[in-house]
């Protein structure tokens, strides 16, 4: 039996207690709430290629009752532009990540803004107990690196061991760059550890026991449309600043196996791995490790891990987790990925403070929680997901509390309960069961399901943090019911989901998660400002995709035939690459024989004409005639002298 043991008072002298009674008084008097805000500095740190991250130090407002709203506009402009509210954070420390801590502060991002242009933000603090104020500030977002602009190292086809690259400077980065891409030099590693201002581009990497791409410390850097196999693909580390890594095909080890998953599971490599802030990857494939894109876990250590963009990523086979987005620290953004055959969709283990942003990925065939907030992540942010898996649908299973989260306008259907997969269960045929926030989480608008293949369907419940009915928490949600597991529609029209153990653990490819034209949760999204208030219908889609939307572009894009400065655009600007590069070198070459010669003109001319608009504008900058044919006859003399390939690392213009 426990005692309560009973406190021993000293007695004290009149005078004495009359002191200290005084004493207390002036110190509770001294210590009472402060409702009213004083704003602090106001930053914008790390600027990406399309969103802005603000951070607004405050003190006070100790009833929680001010507000933050943003509006921006680009700079000349008129008509302004609603943004998300910014994100309250409370200062703390989280001792399950090592004593990692964060200051009070709003932050948040404005997104889905047009690279190298500059904005007026004006931002609204209210409070109505006083300290209210408005601040506007001039910020722009980054330029997309200019690819034939540098000092130029052509790389020629064949095996050149390792590449150690030198740093270049702002406005002439170095750029080590395949003389073919469809023959590229290949390399045991590249190493640009340390150094700045270089661009990777067009290579192959085969290194399966080790890492392929090693940029710690890097900064200002570019890694493009390389191929990598390894152990390790790209890592990024010790706070490495404002690269861009983007349409790489990244390939590890790990296979789709039951043995393959969890975070004890037979699965090993970090596809893409990132420290620091300002970091972009994008565009990319990546397949078979442990964790395909993830942030480094810094615990008992120290790392910037703000303002880091995720998108647009193929991301298929993970052992553990698809993005691993743990210990980040404000204005991380996870957005438009997909996902296929992972065992864990997101993680968010933990978030310190926030907000990360997870909005509009799809995901199928997770195996365990599509969302993983553990380790008492705190500010996560998650909108406009769409999720088909077995077992429960909109789940998570946290062993931990998880706070101050954002659940809106998700849109998740559950299957049979296949049993444990690997000692790990995908949730016994929820809707939705999403546990476990401490009680200051806020979720609505979230539509969830569970297929007619599942038998018994259990209740749909939300921990926030007792157990309580989804409906009862989420006033507008909506659980779908009459779901076929053999074809998804009305949602997924064509779609089919697993119902066997031996279905989920079979390799898929990716799937077309659009709604259709009948889908039960077009229009029922709530409008969130500067997120989804450019909707098509009467009001926003529940889930990642608009009802007609085109198909997000997932994983490494197609090059376009006669885009030499890679801005996915054939215009004005390629002819001028065309121009310097001719019979010098290879950044014109659109037949892949390594030089720029008449016959790449023919078919830059035809890329040209079939841009339309673009060639419109652009016509006036074509050859006449008369050097068009000089130009040929050039290029047909060219092919009987043949420059001859150049050997690595040896060619600079």
Not at 416 to 435: E, F, H, M, T
Request: charged residues 15%; contains cysteine.
């Amino acid at each position: 039996m426990f005692k309560v043991a009973t406190p021993r008072l000293k007695a004290v002298p009149f005078l004495g207690l009359c002191s200290l009674v005084l004493a207390l008084t002036f110190s509770l008097s001294h210590v009472k709430a402060i409702d009213s805000i004083t704003a602090g500095s106001l930053t914008a740190p790390f600027p990406t290629f399309e969103n802005l991250s603000f951070e607004w130090e405050f003190s006070g407002d100790d009833n929680n009752n001010a507000s933050v709203d943003i509006q921006y506009r680009p700079v000349g402009s008129t008509t302004w532009s609603q943004g998300m509210p910014l994100r309250r954070v409370e200062g703390g420390t989280n001792n399950n990540a090592g004593g990692q801590s964060w200051t009070t502060k709003y932050s948040g991002s404005l997104f889905g803004l047009d690279p190298g242009t500059n904005y007026e933000v004006q931002l609204d603090l209210t409070d109505p107990n006083g300290g209210s104020q408005q601040q506007s500030i001039n910020v722009g977002t980054r330029a997309l690196p200019d690819f034939t602009q540098g000092t130029l190292v052509e790389l020629a086809p064949g095996f050149h061991g390792e590449l150690v690259v030198e740093s270049g400077t702002p406005g002439n980065p170095m750029i080590y760059r395949s003389q073919q891409f469809d023959n590229p030099a290949q390399f045991s590693s590249i190493d640009l550890q340390g150094k700045s201002n270089v661009i990777i581009m067009g290579l192959e990497v085969n290194s399966p026991n080790g890492h392929g791409i090693k940029a710690n410390g890097a900064s200002d850097f570019v890694i493009a449309r390389n191929t990598i196999n390894a152990r390790h693909g790209i890592r990024a580390l010790s706070d490495a600043t404002n690269g861009y890594i983007v349409d790489n095909i990244v390939q590890g080890q790990t296979v789709w196996a039951e043995n393959s998953l969890g975070a004890s599971g037979n699965n090993v490599g970090e596809g893409i791995e990132i420290s620091g802030p300002g970091n972009v990857i994008a565009y990319n494939t990546v397949r078979g490790f442990r964790d395909n894109i993830s942030t480094l876990e810094f615990e008992g250590g120290t790392a910037d891990q703000r303002s880091i963009d995720i998108h647009n990523n193929e991301i298929l086979v993970a052992g553990d987790d698809g993005v691993e987005a743990d210990f980040t620290q404000g204005n991380v953004r996870v957005y438009e990925n997909r996902i296929t055959d992972a065992f864990i969709g997101i993680s968010t283990q933990p978030t310190l403070g926030g907000p990360t942003y997870i909005m509009r990925n799809v995901m199928y065939n997770v195996t365990s929680v599509p969302f993983k907030p553990n380790r008492f992540s705190t500010g996560d942010v998650i909108m406009h997901n769409t999720v088909v898996k077995v077992g429960s649908g909109l789940f998570t299973n946290s062993g931990n509390e998880y706070s101050n989260a954002l659940f809106r306008n998700n849109l998740a259907i559950g299957g049979v309960d296949v049993g444990d997969i690997n000692g790990y269960s995908a949730g016994n045929s929820r809707p939705a069961d999403l546990r476990n926030c401490d009680g200051s989480c806020d979720y609505d608008y979230d539509a969830v399901g569970i297929t007619t293949a599942a038998s018994p369907i259990n209740s749909a419940r939300i921990y926030n943090p007792n157990s309580t009915p989804f409906l009862t928490v989420e006033q507008n949600g909506m659980i779908l019911t009459g779901i076929s597991a053999a074809d998804m529609g009305p949602l997924f029209p064509g779609v089919s989901q697993p119902t066997t153990k031996t279905q989920v653990l079979t390799e898929h490819m990716p799937q077309d998660l659009r709604l259709g034209n009948s889908a039960p949760v077009i229009d029922q999204a709530e409008v969130i400002p500067g997120v989804n208030d450019d909707f098509l219908g009467s009001g926003p889609d529940m889930g990642a995709y608009e009802a007609g939307q085109e198909l997000p572009t997932y994983g490494q894009r197609a090059l376009v035939v006669g885009d030499f400065n890679y801005d996915f655009d054939v215009d004005s600007g390629d002819l001028s690459v065309f121009q310097t590069s001719y019979g010098v070198n290879s950044l014109g070459d659109t037949n892949g024989n390594g030089s720029t010669d008449g016959l790449d003109f023919l078919v830059f001319q035809r890329a040209l004409s079939a841009s339309g608009a673009t060639a419109t504008q652009s016509v006036s900058v074509v050859p006449e005639p008369s050097g068009l044919l000089l130009m040929i006859v050039a290029g047909i003399m060219g092919l009987g002298r043949r420059r001859s390939l150049a050997p690595a690392c040896q060619l600079k213009y």
